[in-house]
């Protein structure tokens, strides 16, 4: 055992895949099917995210944009380009330090949003269908669980290689 973290073997049946192994086969399907649903309204689901980040926000800088979204700074400079291009999202100076702009959805981001909520929905009722009340509030709560904990293990690495 390391870090305090229990191994595979204490957790898992006999042959059954890790945790991680099906959380990331879920996030592949997931993209998969959303690049599927937005692609007629001309997103992918990495820029479908940067824009629901900047919805749930409000206005910030390209590298805050890169780390809520989950995207490397430099793929997210270009994918603010091309947002900026569209006219979805606008950049301007932030009050104090004119060298970083902040990016901000505009009126057209918003109403592209609003289009691209069905199919969202759609996949969101598909993924928790066959679940009881309850077992969409546990498996929210475990993934909620999941995103907190690595995320703080992540941070705490980080703070150590710095």
Do not use: W
């Amino acid at each position: 055992m390391m870090c305090g973290v229990s191994t595979s073997a204490e957790q898992q049946p006999a042959g059954a895949p890790l945790t991680l192994y099906l959380v990331k086969r879920l996030e592949l399907v997931i993209r998969a099917l959303l690049d599927d649903a937005l692609r007629p309204l001309g997103l992918t689901t990495l820029q479908y995210t940067a824009l629901t980040v900047l919805e749930a926000s409000g206005a910030l800088s390209s590298a805050q944009l890169a780390r809520r979204s989950f995207l490397r700074p430099q793929t997210m400079h270009e994918m603010v380009l091309a947002l900026e291009k569209r006219g979805l999202i606008e950049r301007t100076p932030k009050a104090g330090n004119k060298r970083v702009l902040l990016a901000d959805l505009t009126d057209a981001g918003r109403a592209l949003l609003a289009d691209c909520a069905p199919a969202v929905a759609e996949l969101e009722r598909a993924l928790l269908a066959d679940l009881s009340p309850g077992q969409r509030a546990t498996f929210r709560e475990g993934l909620q669980h999941g995103v907190t904990t690595l995320g703080a293990l992540s941070g705490h690495r980080r703070s150590q290689e710095a």
